[in-house]
């Protein structure tokens, strides 16, 4: 390659890569984003959350409160799951729960107690 076609190659390179700033690209990418942002403005208005007061069909039950956590080996103990099922009995008549173990295998006998 000549040093004059190195030279073209060069200039070439250094056009392209200024022309991605070039006030009309600027522009247009200014309008496309600020149509963007407008369009997701206006159709993503927050929606009020009516309130429910009815019964819910069921409730997937974890009764670990904050600092409880089976990697830590600390788990509920009986009094805190039993005031969990009397919370959760106002609001459903079924839970879901999937530990065995423990003070956790108590909450088929609890749950049957209390509703």
Same mark, same amino acid.
């Given at each position: 390659? &000549? &040093?004059?076609?190195?030279?073209?190659?060069?200039?070439?390179?250094? !056009? *392209? @890569?200024?022309?991605? $700033?070039?006030?009309? +690209?600027? /522009?247009? /990418?200014?309008?496309?984003?600020? &149509? +963007?942002?407008?369009?997701?403005?206006? &159709?993503? @208005?927050?929606? *009020?959350?009516?309130?429910? *007061?009815? =019964?819910?069909?069921? /409730? *997937?039950?974890?009764? $670990?409160?904050?600092?409880? +956590?089976?990697?830590?080996?600390?788990?509920?103990?009986?009094?805190?799951? @039993?005031?969990?099922? =009397?919370?959760?009995?106002?609001?459903?008549? !079924?839970?879901?729960?999937?530990? /065995? +173990?423990?003070?956790?295998? =108590?909450?088929?006998?609890?749950?049957?107690?209390?509703?």
């Amino acid at each position: 390659m &000549t &040093t004059h076609a190195i030279a073209t190659e060069t200039l070439r390179n250094t !056009r *392209a @890569r200024k022309s991605f $700033f070039h006030p009309a +690209t600027l /522009l247009a /990418l200014g309008i496309a984003a600020a &149509t +963007t942002l407008g369009v997701w403005d206006v &159709t993503n @208005r927050p929606v *009020a959350v009516p309130d429910y *007061a009815g =019964q819910v069909s069921g /409730l *997937a039950f974890s009764p $670990f409160h904050r600092g409880e +956590t089976p990697e830590a080996n600390r788990y509920p103990s009986t009094a805190e799951i @039993r005031d969990d099922l =009397q919370k959760a009995s106002r609001i459903t008549g !079924r839970i879901r729960t999937y530990a /065995l +173990t423990g003070d956790m295998g =108590q909450i088929p006998a609890l749950a049957g107690i209390i509703i």
